[in-house]
């Protein structure tokens, strides 16, 4: 089964600071990857996804995520983080064509 | 354009009673999913529908589990004779099917369950 592995569970960072959330998957010939985001007491939303294509995906917020097949890793950035984001992030992995297996989730705290 | 709803956002029960949730996707996605998500975990597949076809159900928790969607539109997930250890949120997701599209899941609010 895929799966992946967020290797953070919590990241603590100052505004306008930069910030990289990891993320590594299991390998696999076809591989489905997205980050999705979960403000305090509101649903998930889907933050970015790579299915194919150019392996740099950006959100419009500011966020990006490179797919890395040699290193396994499907990493999320943001240059300068705002307080509004934080947030609990989780990285996901489409398996077995319809499942999404989700990591355990990042809590980004983002402090003045 | 309305987005997943949940029905309800919230729901208190006591143990050994049957709790029934609601989901209505979004209109043209007919495809649509359940997870579980306990506290500081991701969330957990459950069991899926394409229309009114549930096409995978094996990982439902127990058999005291199961989901419908009779007409292809809204779905309902049944627990029946709950223990402590259901409490948790329930999310409800949806997508369009055709390529990737399939992969891209929308998710509701979510319906947090404690039971006591």
């Known amino acids: 089964a895929q799966s992946v592995t967020q290797l953070d569970s919590q990241v603590p960072v100052f505004e306008e600071a930069p910030v990289e959330l990891r993320c590594n998957y299991s390998s696999s010939v076809s591989v489905y990857l997205f980050w999705y985001v979960q403000y305090p007491n509101q649903g998930l939303q889907l933050l970015l996804k790579?299915?194919?294509?150019?392996?740099l995906v950006e959100s419009i917020n500011g966020f990006e995520a490179e797919f890395n097949k040699s290193q396994t890793s499907f990493h999320l950035r943001k240059p300068s983080v705002h307080i509004s984001d934080t947030a609990e992030y989780f990285c996901?992995?489409?398996?077995?064509?319809?499942?999404?297996?989700f990591g355990k989730g990042t809590s980004l705290l983002v402090t003045p | 354009d309305t987005g997943v709803s949940q029905d309800p956002r919230h729901k208190i029960t006591k143990r050994g009673q049957n709790v029934t949730f609601r989901c209505d996707p979004i209109?043209?996605?007919?495809?649509l999913y359940w997870y579980r998500q306990t506290l500081g975990q991701g969330p957990e597949f459950l069991t899926y529908f394409q229309n009114e076809a549930q096409l995978e159900k094996s990982r439902l928790l127990s058999d005291r589990f199961s989901a419908e969607r009779p007409k292809g539109s809204f779905s309902t997930l049944e627990i029946q004779r709950t223990e402590q250890g259901d409490s948790a949120m329930y999310l409800c997701?949806?997508?369009?099917?055709?390529?990737?599209?399939?992969?891209?899941?929308?998710f509701g609010p979510g319906t947090r369950l404690t039971v006591t």
């Open positions: 209109s043209e996605h007919n495809r």
């Open positions: 996901a992995v489409i398996d077995s064509g319809y499942a999404l297996n």
């Open positions: 997701a949806s997508s369009s099917f055709g390529g990737t599209y399939s992969y891209e899941q929308y």
């Open positions: 790579y299915l194919s294509g150019s392996t």
